[in-house]
């Protein structure tokens, strides 16, 4: 589901969900309304009385969206290719255009562990004060500990250089008619 909806959805249950842009943490009540605003990579970014919140993937049943067992993380080919398929699945819940192509990934570094691969990525935001890095920084860590042959996986949220909507895509520019 990439598309949003103009319609209001009422929760199935309490589920927890962060504010966006402060990243705070909050429990939304089972029976309120909310409306998706954007639904990519697997979470959700709903309006509630007027205020943006993210629903993450694993929640998606409080919205009567079936949550998929399975594990959406590829399973075979090259381990760096399997770690950007997974970082073009992390988007900002404001943005409906993936980290990879904003240009957030400054750096993706493979070594050798003693039990799989320790992956360390180091990212930025479009905004440094944007309260939802450590929420995008955890889900980037997430997706990427669910591929196999991964150890251990180091998100180092870095803000130099400072981002600019150069560093974007030709196709993000597009998508945000920025071009």
Excluded: F
């Excluded at 067992?69 to 090259?78: C, F, H, L, Q, V």
């Amino acid at each position: 589901m990439n598309n949003t909806s103009s319609e209001s959805i009422r929760l199935l249950r309490d589920v927890d969900a962060y504010m966006v842009p402060s990243g705070d943490e909050v429990k939304l009540l089972a029976g309120n309304l909310v409306r998706i605003t954007q639904a990519l990579g697997g979470n959700y970014t709903v309006l509630i009385n007027g205020n943006m919140v993210q629903i993450r993937s694993e929640n998606a049943d409080a919205l009567g969206i079936e949550v998929s067992k399975e594990s959406t993380a590829p399973k075979s080919g090259d381990l760096e290719k399997q770690i950007w398929d997974q970082l073009k699945t992390c988007y900002d819940p404001e943005i409906p255009v993936d980290i990879v192509e904003l240009g957030l990934i400054y750096d993706l570094t493979i070594e050798d562990g003693k039990n799989g691969k320790n992956v360390s990525v180091k990212m930025t935001l479009t905004a440094p004060g944007c309260g939802m890095g450590p929420v995008i920084a955890d889900e980037v860590e997430r997706k990427i500990n669910g591929l196999d042959d991964v150890e251990k996986v180091a998100v180092e949220l870095v803000w130099e250089p400072m981002w600019t909507r150069d560093m974007m895509s030709e196709a993000a520019q597009l998508e945000l008619g920025m071009y």
